[in-house]
C-alpha cells in the first residue's frame, strides 16, 4: 500500500498516511479539524539497462562501440 503525505491548510501539522489506491483522500486533519492538501516529494530515479542514452552513447569498447556507432549512425540518419 502508498504512503501519502498530507498538511493541514490551517494548523500546518503534517503527517503520512498509508492507504489503498481505493481509498478516498483524507480531507480533515486529525490534530485541529482543519482542511488538509497532499504533499507531493521528489522522488529520486535512476536509469539503469542498456536502453537509455547514457549506456548507449558511451564508449567503453572498441568493437562494441565501433558496431553499435556504425548501426546508429545508419538508423539515424534513415529515421531522420
Known amino acids: 500500500m ?20 481505493d481509498d478516498p483522500a483524507l480531507t480533515t486533519c486529525p490534530e485541529c ?18 536502453g537509455f542514452y547514457r549506456t548507449d552513447s558511451r564508449s567503453s569498447g572498441t568493437s562494441s562501440s565501433s558496431s553499435s556507432g556504425s548501426s546508429s549512425s545508419g538508423s539515424s540518419s534513415s529515421d531522420a
Open 2 to 21: 502508498p504512503t501519502y503525505a498530507y498538511a493541514c491548510k490551517e494548523c500546518g501539522h503534517g503527517f503520512e498516511a498509508r492507504q489503498s489506491f
Open 33 to 50: 479539524g482543519g482542511p488538509l492538501r497532499k504533499v507531493f516529494n521528489s522522488v529520486g530515479v535512476t536509469f539503469k539497462g542498456a
